[in-house]
């Protein structure tokens, strides 16, 4: 009968809110995230993002990230390092804080996210003069 009710949703709200630590930061994590979902943490990156798993969430929908306070409302997915985005998008099933077969050669670049569009994109610049030029009314068109 709770269930029908849907009393269940109403005290999975209420988890969800518990949670998140009351309804000020219940109200800032559907904010910022878009969703409001209770489960287990898994693990916290080096860059403070914090990955969580719940298998009552269908698959595909119940692993998911949130991002590091610091990034604000500035967040993308080129911020998830190389050895999580393996967990978030099903390649494996153990997350990297568990997996010891890893390989961590010296050689390895550490991780940097997409700067498209952002200030720091790289813009490169060219050395030879363009093939057209861009007309100027105020220029006079006469030669001399």
């Known amino acids: ?3 029908f009710l849907g009393i269940n949703r109403l005290g999975r709200l209420f988890q969800a809110i518990r949670e998140a630590g ?13 969703d409001l ?3 287990t943490l898994v693990g916290i ?3 403070g993002n914090r990955y969580f798993e719940n298998p009552y969430y269908f698959y595909g929908r119940n692993r998911w990230v949130e991002f590091a ?3 604000n409302m500035n967040y993308d997915g080129s911020q998830i390092p190389a050895e999580w985005f393996g967990w978030m998008h099903y390649k494996t099933d153990l997350p990297p804080i568990r997996d010891g077969c890893r390989p961590k050669y010296k050689w390895i670049a550490d ?3 997409n700067l498209s569009g952002t200030k ?3 813009m490169p610049y060219t050395t030879t003069p363009p093939k057209v ?12």
Not at 22 to 33: D, H, P, T, V, W
């Open 111 to 113: 991780h940097s996210e």
């Open 69 to 71: 306070p610091h990034v």
């Open 45 to 47: 990156d080096k860059y």
């Open 1 to 3: 009968m709770a269930k």
């Open 120 to 122: 720091e994109a790289y």
């Open 133 to 144: 030029e861009a007309w100027n009314p105020n220029k006079s068109s006469k030669k001399e």
């Open 22 to 34: 009351g309804l000020k930061q219940a109200y800032l994590k559907l904010y910022r995230n878009d």
């Open 37 to 39: 979902k209770t489960g």
